[in-house]
């Protein structure tokens, strides 16, 4: 992720295409040491593509995942979550209480 993070920053920064060498320079600068196959990878796999068309064809394959939703009993104490921060918000607002009367301490904190 720390890979991908540096490309985008260096591709908002200005760079149109990052360079192998300037991710690993950017992840020095901040006292990271990054794998050289991996960087390669990543610069390769981006290599032509804009950071803005890069985010969209990752947002589709997100919509796309199943996040859960699974059998009735998970989904029974976000159920009762629910109900109890409906009835929550059907309680009336309970008033402050009223301050209290100054009482004379004999000159405690004179």
């Known amino acids: 992720m720390q ?34 196959a991996e960087i390669k990878s990543l610069v390769e796999s981006l290599k032509g593509k804009s950071l803005q068309e890069v985010i969209t064809e990752g947002l589709k394959k997100v919509g796309t995942l199943s996040l859960g939703g699974g059998s009735s009993k998970a989904s029974a104490p976000v159920a009762a979550q629910a109900q109890a921060a409906k009835k929550a918000e059907e309680k009336p607002v309970e008033k402050a209480p009223e301050p209290e009367e100054d009482v004379d301490m004999g000159g405690l904190f004179d």
């Open 3 to 36: 890979y991908v993070a540096a490309y985008a920053l260096l591709t908002l920064g200005g760079k149109a295409n990052p360079s192998e060498a300037d991710v690993k320079g950017l992840l020095a600068e901040v006292g990271v040491a990054g794998s050289d």
